[in-house]
């Protein structure tokens, strides 16, 4: 198994990524391939870890996508990209995952097009894990595309419902839809329309979620767009922090016993909830595995995405997903009741009626 790691993508490439490779390594048999620039990539794992691992190989990539740059300018502009490169190899099968830290709109653009779609799939959708009280509840899309219409919103419940099938065994997961309100009326015209695809679909919709109810067990997934989603986790990520720091807080203040129960629980809560810990967010709709981490991503993060890479090529995940949604017909059924509520707002738009 060989996992490609974009050794230059993140807030704090190469160094935080060469610490995750070096911190993951032991948690596996896969070897790393490391694209980047050579020079500096040895230079900082020698100050890491002293010499380069056995299980490492550095891949010379003499260029970088920026942050903020975008994503197919620089597929046409920067073929010799690290990010380029470590989804070339994942094309070609000369690495069976890819992990990057980098700009996700970047990160999208290059896995569509070198390594390419599911069949039927309009587009890909990240998803990230959102703890709950009761254990967790799916979010997607978490930044692959800001935008979306009702029949991409429909196809990720799709791909939610099949990512916890293969993962989890979950025969018939609840789908809901984030909006401002539990109406099918409410909210953006393509929600409402992704509201009457997904309740004409054979998917186990429960309907709207208000974002409050994401933590009341309501619904085992719930999708939006990707701006939605992305600002969701981010400010869960940071509650999450807040939470902490007024945890740790309280620890100063405590002594004794309940200062003790306090730090059980200060690390009960730090494990579950503090992103670092979560890894990275897999890039579902394409169909070879690709985990995107967060920008800000220090070592153990890093290192958990590439142990979360790891576990998707053992377990078959991705291609396990595509026959999921192949055998059960989801995405032809949605596609066809697409064009079918097409054609009834197109009767509506004109004054059409049956005869």
């Known amino acids: 198994m060989r996992i490609a790691v974009d050794a230059m993508g993140g807030d704090h490439a190469p160094e935080a990524l060469i610490e995750g490779v070096l911190l993951a390594r032991g948690q596996g048999d896969a070897e790393i391939l490391l694209y980047g620039d050579e020079g500096r990539t040895r230079k900082v794992l020698e100050q890491l870890g002293g010499a380069v691992p056995p299980n490492v190989r550095i891949v010379h990539a003499p260029e970088n996508i920026g942050m903020g740059e975008a994503g197919p300018m620089a597929i046409r502009k920067k073929r010799e990209a690290s990010l380029c490169m470590a989804m070339g190899a994942l094309a070609a099968g000369t690495a069976d995952a890819v992990v990057s830290a980098g700009n996700s709109a970047a990160i999208v653009a290059t896995a569509k097009h070198f390594v390419g779609l599911i069949p039927g799939l309009r587009r890909p959708a990240m998803v990230a894990p959102i703890p709950t009280p009761g254990g967790k509840v799916l979010l997607l899309d978490v930044g692959a595309h800001p935008e979306a219409h009702g029949i991409h919103l429909a196809?990720?419940?799709?791909?939610?419902q099949a990512y916890l099938k293969v993962t989890e065994g979950a025969p018939k997961t609840r789908v809901g839809l984030v909006n401002l309100g539990q109406e099918p009326v409410k909210g953006p015209k393509v929600v409402q329309r992704a509201h009457a695809l997904l309740s004409r679909s054979r998917l186990n919709f429960v309907g709207n979620i208000e974002p409050h109810g994401l933590f009341g067990d309501q619904a085992d997934a719930v999708v939006?767009?990707?701006?939605?989603?992305?600002?969701?986790?981010?400010?869960i990520e940071g509650l999450s922090e807040a939470l902490l720091q007024l945890l740790e807080a309280q620890?100063?203040?405590?002594?004794?016993?309940?200062r003790?129960?306090?730090s059980q629980t200060f690390s009960r809560f730090q494990r579950v909830h503090h992103y670092q810990n979560v890894g990275g967010a897999p890039l579902l709709g394409i169909q070879k595995p690709v985990v995107v981490a967060h920008g800000r991503s220090r070592g153990p993060a890093v290192a958990g995405a590439v142990v979360l890479a790891s576990r998707l090529v053992q377990d078959g995940i991705f291609p396990r997903i595509a026959e999921e949604l192949e055998r059960?017909?989801?995405l032809a059924e949605l596609k066809h009741h697409n064009a079918v509520l097409m054609l009834e707002s197109l009767k509506t738009k004109w004054g059409f009626s049956p005869k």
């Open 155 to 160: 196809q990720s419940a799709a791909l939610a």
């Open 328 to 330: 059960d017909g989801v």
């Open 224 to 235: 939006c767009d990707g701006f939605t989603g992305n600002i969701l986790l981010k400010m």
């Open 260 to 262: 003790e129960k306090l």
């Open 251 to 258: 620890l100063d203040s405590r002594d004794g016993v309940t």
